[in-house]
């Protein structure tokens, strides 16, 4: 099995800052990452597919990147909406996959 | 506006077979480039894919899970359904339906999970 590995696993940050999430596969995964976010009580909302393209509907502030075992979430400017958990997902394998174990965002 | 919702007990005895079933609308189960899948969430916990499952009856399970669980599909209710047989304390979880949309990439498969239902919570307990 591929094991999917974030960083960090809870973050403090303030409206207005840069955040980074961090994915790391145990194997490589070519560009098959796909990025969620989940609020409290809500089923988890697709952000990026692909390592870095941005679904639709969803804010440009929000960013992928990475290739191979090493991928990146970044928010570029937080915004009140935007505390929640932060999931990854590797598509490597066909139509099976795992999660990291996700990344809690938390208000400073 | 395809939606999908989830429905079944809401509480499961230990030993006993967890039963789901998974209803959309506004759409069809039969489109190509879909396959329908069910993820779960402990308490507190994570995200963990169960399995998968293509109009056909095409299917793929998680490993850890498979020898317990079978998914199957209704299309001519418009369904797909999860069956998960004797349940512990640990299958205790909200359970997720969802949307795999897949696509060709320059020859290579891609896939993501595109909509996804609002989650039912199943309580193991006797």
Redesign the interface.
Known sequence: ?IQMTQSPSSLSASVGDRVTITCRASQSI?S?L?W?Q?KPG?????LI??ASSL?SGVPSRFSGSGSGTDFTLTISSLQPEDFATY?C?Q?YS?????????TKLEIK | QLQLQESGPGLVKPSETLSLTCTVSGGSISSSSY?WGWIRQPPGK????IG?IYYSGST????SLKSRVTISVDTSKNQFSLKLSSVTAADTAVY?C?R?Y?YD?SG???????L????TLVTVSS
Do not use: I, M
């Open positions: 099995d070519s098959y796909n969620y989940q809500k089923a988890p909302k697709l597919y692909a679904q999931y997902q598509s066909t139509f099976s996959c795992t999660f990291g174990q996700g | 396959y994570g995200l963990e894919w998968s793929y399970y998680n490993p997720y969802a795999l897949y990439s290579y498969l891609n896939w993501y999970f595109d996804w239902g609002r989650g």
